[in-house]
């Protein structure tokens, strides 16, 4: 490199993002991970031992995954590519494949390919990784945010190592912003901040190291000292961890839901106003509340699906913000409920004996009859009209043969279903009793 790289090189990294020029460049100034870094762990062993595996780490943003790629590809010697699965695609991954063939071929040295957003990466493109990983001409670091069960192939799952990593603790997070304070590659003293703004940071980072550094340096622009004003109005609107198409999105729908079974509506509350304030489309939302009041509400409270109707029907009407009430009306209704599965099972139990049993035939005085041939062959002879008899019931076998003792609905003993089930009981008893068709009985 010559003077005028160097000089180059380093105009660009004083002018650096904060979070980027804080970046470590040892293992021992890194924050957090302690059960991956600490003393016996297996990213600490890695670089002792200078074994490294090819790993996948999994976490969310800002937690060190590119970071902790770098210090290993580092520790071990050889040589580092950094690739984005944004940008990239199977023809740059034959051309450091051929790099790194030749560099080891040459030089005996190792190459660490780190793939950032590896679930960007379709299935073709992430095969294209796999012979190469398993002879060792690549070591694989890859970085998502998504679960790699579900975005990354299975085949390339098992030659790699999932590295999970977890979001920054508050005191991790104020102790990464007093060193960026200091640090003379960071603010180098030129700027103080109040502690209780720090905590504030800390607080409105969600345990992402690159937010928090990101609003000090917005909130230390003017020099001086930075106070918890300061630091509101560098945040302004907190960006909330939810991706619409994500894990985080499947994470906090699945808290919704099961705080709503669990009847806690504050915990309810909390994760819908999660979801809306991210952006989240509230259609999605009232939709499952829809399916909640009938999944795991059902019959012990049937106004609970009227309830989910109206909030849909309220939100389509007067759209947001006022449409949070109505969402909010629903979802506190829904947690409060008397709850059953009733419903979902009785369908699952009824659909389970139509896949085994098949099309069983429909018996003769159910059918229909528009013709007189169909009359003639006995297609709904026998019929007994239920309302002609007294309390509108009549002991009459209503499913096909094989299946007439079955009884596909169950209803609970909760809300409105304890009256329910006490009423269904006492109809399939009298219908037990009543009168059992022969064949050629039905005219």
Do not use: C
């Not at 703004?197 to 230390?220: H, S, W, Y």
């Not at 989910?308 to 949070?324: I, K």
């Amino acid at each position: 490199m010559d003077l005028f790289s160097q000089a180059a090189e380093k105009e660009a990294a004083a002018s650096a993002p904060l979070a980027e020029r804080l970046r470590p460049e040892k293992l021992e100034d890194f924050v957090g991970q302690e059960h991956l870094t600490g003393e016996g762990k297996l990213l600490r062993q890695a670089l002792a031992t200078q074994k490294l595996p090819s790993l996948v780490f999994w976490g969310p943003p800002g937690t060190g995954k590119t970071t902790l790629a770098r210090l290993l590809a580092r520790s071990s010697g050889a040589f580092f590519v950094g690739m984005s699965a944004v940008s990239a695609g199977v023809k740059d991954v034959r051309e450091v494949v051929a790099a790194a063939e030749e560099r080891r071929r040459l030089h005996g040295q190792g190459t660490v390919l780190f793939l950032d957003e590896i679930h960007r990466f379709n299935r073709a493109q992430q095969d294209a990784l796999l012979p190469h990983v398993e002879k060792g001409t690549l070591t694989l670091l890859g970085a998502t945010t998504e679960n790699p069960s579900f975005e990354v192939n299975a085949a390339l799952l098992s030659r790699t190592r999932v590295v999970t990593l977890r979001p920054l603790e508050e005191e991790e997070l104020v102790a990464l912003l007093q060193r960026a304070l200091t640090s003379p590659k960071g603010l180098a003293g030129a700027v103080t901040a109040d502690a209780g703004a720090l905590v504030a940071i800390a607080r409105a980072a969600g345990g992402d190291a690159r937010r928090a550094l990101t609003t000090l340096e917005v909130a230390a622009a003017g020099g001086g000292n930075v106070d918890e004003g300061r630091v509101a109005e560098a945040l302004q609107k907190r960006t909330l961890l939810y991706d619409r198409a994500g894990e985080e999105h499947y994470n906090v729908i699945s808290a919704f839901i099961k705080s709503l079974r669990g009847s806690d509506p504050d915990a309810a509350l909390y994760w819908m106003a999660r979801m809306l304030e991210a952006g989240e489309e509230p259609r999605f939302v009232v939709r499952r509340m829809v399916i909640f009041a009938s999944e795991d509400i059902g019959n012990a409270d049937p106004q609970a699906l009227q309830v989910a109707v109206a909030a849909l029907q309220a939100l389509e009407l007067v759209g947001l913000p006022e449409g949070t009430l109505p969402l909010t009306q629903a979802a506190t209704y829904l947690a409060l409920a008397p709850k059953s599965n009733a419903v979902i099972t009785a369908y699952g139990r009824a659909r389970e004996a139509v896949l085994e049993k098949g099309s069983l035939p429909v018996p003769l005085h159910l059918r229909n009859a528009p013709t007189p041939l169909m009359k003639s062959l006995g297609y709904g002879g026998g019929y007994q009209y239920p309302h002609d008899f007294k309390g509108h019931f009549v002991a009459e076998t209503y499913l096909p043969e094989g299946l007439e003792a079955a009884s596909f609905y169950r209803p609970g003993t909760e809300g409105g279903e304890k009256e329910l089930s006490a009423r269904l009981e006492a109809l399939r008893q009298a219908r037990a009793k009543g009168r059992k068709r022969e064949p050629g009985d039905e005219g």
